[in-house]
Every structure is written in structure tokens, then in C-alpha cells.
Nanobody, 114 residues
């Protein structure tokens, strides 16, 4: 089992920035990818960004250069730097870790509003 703990969500004004962090613990030896998904009411969860242990990164199409994902394999952590935030980025953001199974964090709320 892998446990994921997220931090860094909150309220920010449009155009502002937030940094999300996630730390994995437990059976972390088999993790090959970590990242972030998000979900808004009535919509499916969508990929925000993922990073493999070899450094391969994928972003959702909506990111358009605004977000940057980074990971530390030794610490089993993944961060998401979000800039130029828009109201439509408001969502619950979930950390994920992929090994034999996909593990999900509890989610952290990001609200972009003036």
C-alpha cells in the first residue's frame, strides 16, 4: 500500500500562483510515476500532469505552459507549481502514484476567485 499526503491548496485570485506538494509513504519501492489529477462537480477527473521516475512528463492540454511538475525520486515527492491561474482551474486536485496499482490522495481544494 502507498499513502499519499497532499498540501498547498487554497484560495487565490485570478492570475495568481499556488504550489501543491505530495509525499508518498509506505510501499514506495515500485512507484514508477506520480502526478496530479483534478475534478470539478459533474465532470470526470482529468489529468493535470504526470512525471515518471525517468523524468518523462505529460501535461493536460489545458495547462498550456502555466503549470510545472517536478519530482524527487529519493524523497518520493511530487510538486505542482501553478501560475496564471484562472477561475476554471477551480477544482479538487488529487495526487496519484502508480506502481502495481494506482493510488490516490485525499484531494486538496484549489479555488481561483476574486
Amino acid at each position: 500500500q502507498v499513502q499519499l499526503v497532499e498540501s498547498g491548496g487554497g484560495l487565490v485570485q485570478p492570475g495568481g500562483s499556488l504550489r501543491l506538494s505530495c509525499a508518498a509513504s509506505g510501499s514506495t519501492g515500485g512507484i514508477y510515476q506520480m502526478g496530479w489529477y483534478r475534478q470539478t462537480p459533474g465532470k470526470q477527473r482529468e489529468r493535470v500532469a504526470t512525471i515518471t521516475t525517468s523524468g518523462i512528463i505529460n501535461y493536460g492540454d489545458f495547462v498550456k505552459g502555466r503549470f510545472t511538475i517536478s519530482g524527487d525520486n529519493a524523497k518520493n515527492t511530487v510538486d505542482l507549481e501553478m501560475n496564471s491561474l484562472k477561475p476554471e482551474d477551480t477544482a479538487i486536485y488529487y495526487c496519484i502514484a502508480d506502481s502495481l496499482n494506482r493510488y490516490w490522495g485525499q484531494g486538496t481544494q484549489v479555488t481561483v476567485s476574486s
